[in-house]
Structures are given as structure tokens and as C-alpha cells.
């Protein structure tokens, strides 16, 4: 019963997608100075009784999952009645057709609060919005429905289900997709506005001011997923890594990296009325990258570690979809964007100058990462398969990233629209001085590597530099959003120290240790106690028992596995973490070799931390900047209120009262 | 215009994009092509060894008694870990595998074969590509099939994967 029920929904809710989309598309029929056309009314109903549906559908789902219905083909083929409930249910979404029905879920769920909440835009802009979003859901619907079905039965119920990738039982797995996804659908509904605002040549500041929470919520929500899925190959994969070039990877890191230039340049648009046609481009953009991600995990036409639900049914369809909005995107923009006017006009010394920059710099690595991942794509059509790996991507991304992060120091204390360098000279200076120090410092302590050595030095400077903007100002007058952006900034400085101590301090140390031997790695003695067997829900593992004792100070016990599931059968090797405030131990056991010695591997890894500290600052920089303007928009709504109140009481104290001609 | 047309851009990378994809969807993925290499004996060359624990490698390990794979590979590459159980498969049917990788680094190599299994006699460490393009291999992985002269018999492009097994086996024979 649950799963007809979830089947029903979804059924209904594909149904209310083409009333939003109809209904919204006759909002375009209303001609200037005309009351809206009545049947153009259908639309915000629809996405929102559409967005109730696809949760309920979703629930139905997650039910399933929890009781591990197993006349369900998906829940036979991804679940077990011996698995942790907190897995039972994660794992409603570590399958394809649960992650495209949270994807569904998401998407609809959006577009009901656009269409419950949002009443600044035109309504003419608004419907077309809603016909644009409503023509997005209907295809993922009909994905859905037509060609991964995720309320399938079996004919026969199975006896017990199959399991759940044991790499993906993992509390990060919680976390980690859901979020990335309501990024990506954070994102449709950018595209959705943008192509409304495109279609009724409504691209202006108000425009940009109702766009900007969707941009900032979904980059909010793609910098913590990506954050979370980088702690969770570093842990989890047992390589020591914390960013591989994985296609997968780079899947979530170019939606973002056109989420930054978009969440900028909205900006720019909501302050300034300037960027319109890049605005509209970015969160064309951004979307496409959103959905170009799903297509090259699911279609399986790139080997990855991560390629999981490969079908190359699946992936026409997915390309179907993308070749249809996206080019249907950029066939209205190439018609339109012509017609939309410039702008204000800026000076390049300005902030505006030094967006439009650092906008540019973001683009670029966008392109040099996209063309890294899909370079193998297309070599093989010409039937030369090749692997495209960190000697390409970190020079290319380190060309583009430099510059940007100098600009980015500077740019927030530029003036809008024209400033005179020689206004912020003294800031300038700091910021130089500051980057040249820590690399001469650095270089006259030792020999690294070039990349570590410069992100040192910027990652020094651009932490003074986020400062910058608060210096001279009152601190409680500062507004909360300008807190988000220092905040973000210095979040980025973090990261990027993270990222370059792990570079040029990392130490490490492969050896084979008999139980009772010690190895010295740093300031650390790290002695192998014993190794025993031992047994989980649905694995058993080697474990080590690991003194670690830094300096000779009472040591500490760590417990690296290898473990062995066995529904699925397959082996991972579970990393033991040390974390010190200045950096973390990682250890990871292997074999054991033939003369009963143990592979050891233990690195030290100093202020790695730091990159993912980073990362929660940049995201927490964006809740502030939402915050700080949901306030502001709080604000001008309860004044607006106040003021409709006092005309309406001044009208009842003077009922005569006639507005002077 | 100029302009106007510059606005057709994303389009049109857009239409190159689906349709090199697309094509990529219809096609099998396990298509081999002829490289002129093929029929001519290894160049001349002498690697330093990849990994402390293995020894580098020379023309002279190619040649005698028995015909063996070149595995042209590299720690960074992620078709190699998808082709690493099929390498294992074929050393435990006694083919003797010397691996050849490209652009590494002695730790990252050693990760790599404690992780994945280690199916090579011997690693040759090529930090500048050079045995790589002069048997003309332009990606990695690539496997070479060479018979017990030295002769280059054979080359697969791309990752091994289940039933490449018994096709290289079969290569293999042919080189006897």
C-alpha cells in the first residue's frame, strides 16, 4: 500500500507540473497595463499542492526503507534486514532511483516556497518563472516515472535484501548527497528566475534581490557538501588525500565554482544595475553544470571511483533532459540577451571592476576543470582513452587562482562604481608585505614545493586582508551581511592555509612493523601493540591496537581497520584519526606480509584541519549573508505593513478625506 | 552583428558537447586501433626503479623464454585502479606484467600497489614520458603485449577490463 500510495503522488504531482507549467506559460499572454489572464492563476497553487506530493512521495519511500519492504525491487537491492537503522533509512538515497526522488522531492519542495512566499516579482515574470520550473520538474518526473521507478515491486518478494555499498554506509553518506542536492535544485530555481526575468525582459536590481537568497542558500549548501565529501574521502577512502580530481568530485566543485561567480555578480546586479546579461548567463550556467554533474555520475561514460547506478539508458535520458533546457536556455539567451540593455556602466577600479575580475578568474578555472574532466570524454570518441589527473589540474587551477585571490583581498575595499587606487595604498602595501614575509619566512626555513609556498603567503594575506573592511568602522553598526563576507573571505584564507601545510608539511611513513615495533614519524612515536579480529553488524576487520605518544607524553590509542563486509563481499580500510589542535595523525593498516609483519602507513599531517574549518566558515559567511538580508527584508515588510495600518487608520479618523488633486 | 553572434557561443559548445556525448552513449566501450608500433622491437631504454621494492626496468627484461606485458600506468590514473584486479588476474595465470608508470612518485606508487595489489615483476619509473612515447602510447593505462624477442605484438588502449582477460591471454599464446 505505502508504495502505491508514494507511486500516486508522484503520478499527481507530474500531472500538476504541466498545470504549472500551462498555467504559468498564459501569464506571458498578459500584455502590459492588463489584468492578469485568468487562467494564469493555476500556477502557484500547483507548485505548491505539487510540492506536498513529491515529499509525500518521498516519505512513502523512506518508509519502505525503514520497515526494508523487500517486495520492493529497490529496497531487495539496497538494503538488509541486518543493517543499523540510521543506514536502513540513509540508505533510501545511496541508490539512483532514491537520490533522483530526493532530487524530485527537493526541486518541488523549492519551487512551492517560490510560489508561496515570493510576491515582489511581476506577476508576468513570476508565471513565466513557474512555467520555466514546473517544465524542469515535469522532466525529472518523467524520468522518474518512465525509466527508474523507484516504487517498483518484485513479482515475488525477496527473502533479504542485497545490501548497501559498504564504502557508502557511512554516517557521512547522511550528510553529504542530500546537501550537494539541495544545492543543485537551490540552483534550478536561479535558472528558473533567470530564464522568467530573460523571457519578460525583466532583468533589473528587483529581479536580482528576489534571485539572491536562492543563489546564496544553494551556495551555502554546495560549499558545506562539498566540505563534508571531501572529509569524507579523506577519512574513508584510507588514501591520506583529500581531494583526488575525481570526476565525481569535480561535479560538485564546478556547480559551486559557478555558484560563486553567480552569488557574486547577483550582487552586483541587486546594488548596482550593472551585469545583466553575465547574471543571466551565470545562472544559466550554474544550473547546467548542476545537471551536466548528474549526467556524469549516472551515464557511467567516465571511469570514476565513485560510478556507482551506471546505465547508459539512464544517461540519454539525462543528456535528453540536459540538451533540452540547457540549449533551450541558451537559444532564448542568444535571441534575447541582445535586447537586454547594458547597465550602468563602471570603472575598472572599482569593487564592480574587481568582481567582474575575480567573476572572469572563476570562470576560467570552471572551463579548465570542465575541460579536464570531459577531455577524456571526448578524446575517446576519437578512440584514445585517457586519464586526466592532479599534474594537469593544479597548475592549470593554480594560473587562474592566484590572481583571483590577490584581487579578492582587494576588492572589498574598493568603492563602487570608480575608485582611485592610490586611495587604498597603505592596505595595498600591508597586504603585500604580509605575502612577501610569510614566503621569504618560509623559504628561509626550508625547500617546498611552489604551489604550498605561494598559497602560504596568500592564504597570510588574504586572512589581514578579509579584515580590512572592518577597519575604521564602528563594529556593532556593521551590517550582518558585510560580517558574512569577512567571515566567508577569511573562511577562504583558512582553507587555503589548510590546503598548503598539508602540501609542503605533510610527513609520511610506509613500513612494515611487527607487533611491538615502533616507527618515528615527526615528533611522534607511533608503536604497534597488537592486531586482532574483530566483528561488526555485517563485517569483520582486522583491527590495530596503536600507541601514538608525541614527544615521549603519555600516548594515545588508535584503532585502524581493515574490514571485510559481506553483503555485498568487499574490503575497505577504515583510517584512524588523531586530531591535534596543529594538524592530524592518519593511520591506515594493509596486509600482512609473509614474514608476520604488518604494513603500516601513518602520516602527519599538519593544520589539515584547517581545510575543512575553512569550508564551514565560507558556509557559515553565506548563513550570515542570508540572515543579514532576511532581516533587512523583515524590516522593510513590517514597514510597509506599518505604513499601509497608519494610512488605513488616517482614512477611518477622516472618511472624507480625498488625496489633494 | 559581432556581438550577436558571440551570444550563440554556449550553444553551440552546448550542441558540440551532447553530441560527442551522445555518440559516446551508442558506442561499446572496448574498441581497439592498430598503432603503428605494432610488429616493431622495443626501443632501447633503462628505467630507475618506480618503488623501493621492486626493480626498475630495461629492454633486456623483455627479452627471453617467454612472451610478457608491458603495462604502460600511474598512480593518479583512475582507469588503473578499475584495470588493477584484472592485472592480478593475469599474473596469477603466470603472465609476467612490468609495469612502466608515468609521471609518479615513489610514495604514491607504494600506495597505490598496497591498496590495489601489486600484479607487477618490475616497475620502471618514466618521469618524463619517454618510453611511453617512443613505443607510442599516448595515455595511460595502455598494455602492450611483447613476444620473447622483444617485439611489440600487441597493443590494448585502455583499461582491462573482465573479458579483455582471456583476449590478452590469448595474445599472449599467439606471441609464443
Known sequence: MIAEIGLAALWLAAALAVLQMVSGGFALRTSDGEAMNPLAIYARPAAVVQAVLAVLAFAMLLWAFAVTDLSLKLVASNSHSMKPMIYKITGTWGNHEGSMLLWVGVLALSGGLLAAFERRLPERTMGATLAVQGFVALGFYAFLLLSSNPFERLPIPATEGVGLNPLLQDIGLAIHPPTLYAGYVGLSVAFSLAMGALLTREVNPAFARVMRPWVLGAWVLLTFGITAGSYWAYYELGWGGWWFWDPVENASLMPWLAATALMHSVAVLAARDALRTWTIMLGVLAFSMSMLGTFLVRSGVLTSVHAFAVDPERGAFILGLLGLYIGGAFTIFALRAGAVSEGTRFSFSSREGALVFNNVMLSAILAIVLLGTLYPLVTEAFDVRVSVGPPYFNPAAAIFAVPMFMVMAVGPLLRWKEDKPARIQFEMLLIAAVLVAVIALVSFFGQFPLLPLLGLGLAAALAVAAMLPLRGRKLTRVPVATWGMVLAHFGVAVSLFGMACEGAFTQERLAAVAPGGTEQVGDFAVTLQSVSPVAGPNWTAIEARIAVSRNGAEPVILNPQARSFWSPSQATSESALLTRWDGQMYVVIGNQAEDGRWQLRVWWKPFVTFIWYGGLLIALGGVLAIAGRVRVDVKRRAAVKLGAARRADLDALNPASVPAE | ?176
Not at chain 2, 65 to 76: D, E, H, T, V
Not at chain 2, 97 to 125: C, Q, S
Not at chain 2, 153 to 172: F, P, S, T, W
Request: aromatic share 8%; with cysteine.
Open chain 2, 1 to 176: 552583428m559581432r556581438s550577436r553572434l558571440v551570444l550563440w557561443v554556449p550553444l553551440a559548445l552546448l550542441a558540440f558537447f551532447v553530441g560527442v556525448a551522445g555518440y559516446m552513449l551508442t558506442q561499446e566501450k572496448d574498441q581497439f586501433v592498430e598503432s603503428t608500433m605494432i610488429g616493431q622491437p622495443l626501443p632501447a631504454f633503462a628505467l630507475k626503479p618506480a618503488v623501493a621494492s621492486l626493480p626498475g626496468a630495461a629492454k633486456a627484461d623483455f627479452v627471453g623464454a617467454k612472451p610478457r606485458l608491458l603495462n604502460i600506468w600511474a598512480s593518479w590514473c583512475v582507469p588503473c585502479i578499475a584495470e588493477a584486479p584484472q592485472l592480478e588476474a593475469l599474473q596469477a595465470q603466470g603472465v609476467e606484467i612490468i609495469g612502466i608508470a608515468i609521471r609518479d612518485r615513489p610514495a604514491d606508487v607504494a600506495n597505490f600497489l598496497a591498496r590495489y595489489g601489486n600484479p607487477y615483476a618490475r616497475i620502471g619509473a618514466d618521469d618524463i614520458s619517454e618510453v611511453q612515447l617512443a613505443i607510442g602510447s599516448s595515455g595511460v593505462p595502455e598494455t602492450f603485449v611483447i613476444d620473447a624477442a622483444g617485439v611489440i605484438r600487441y597493443q590494448h588502449i585502455g583499461d582491462i577490463r573482465d573479458n579483455d582477460v582471456a583476449l590478452l591471454l590469448a595474445e599472449l599464446e599467439k606471441a609464443q
